[in-house]
């Protein structure tokens, strides 16, 4: 399995931008297509982007595209996401996560997650 440790998160007003760090251990962590995932107060985990284990393909869901956007470096062992124009709806625990099959399904490991709190 990839462990991963995120960070990056924060309090943003309604427009601005974070980045998002997931940082990976484990397994080789180029071999593995890796995603992002969040969870709103009382609701689901739901999930945010794709990338492949060489970057070189992306998937997005329908409320982020356009606005977020999924990279990695390999050689930092290292998955980004690049969030603009935030929402008040895009708050949210923000996880990422090796997948086990593309492009939304998760390995059942995760971190602690990072924290984005977007006021309107």
């Known amino acids: 399995q990839v462990h991963v440790v995120e960070s990056g998160g924060g309090l943003v007003q309604a427009g601005g931008s974070l980045r998002l760090s997931c940082a990976a251990s484990?397994?080789?962590?180029?071999?593995?297509?890796m995603g992002w995932f969040r969870q709103a107060p009382g609701k689901e985990r739901e999930f945010v982007a794709a990338?492949?284990?060489?970057?070189?393909?992306?998937y997005y869901a329908d409320p982020v595209k356009g606005r977020f956007t999924i990279s990695r470096d390999n050689a930092k062992n290292t998955v980004y996401l690049q969030m603009n124009s935030l929402k008040p709806e895009d708050t949210a625990v923000y996880y990422c996560?090796?997948?086990?099959?593309?492009?939304?399904?998760?390995?059942?490991?995760w971190g602690q997650g990072t924290q984005v709190t977007v006021s309107s």
């Open positions: 996560a090796a997948l086990a099959r593309w492009a939304t399904t998760p390995y059942d490991d």
């Open positions: 484990g397994r080789t962590f180029s071999n593995y297509a």
């Open positions: 990338i492949t284990y060489n970057g070189g393909g992306t």
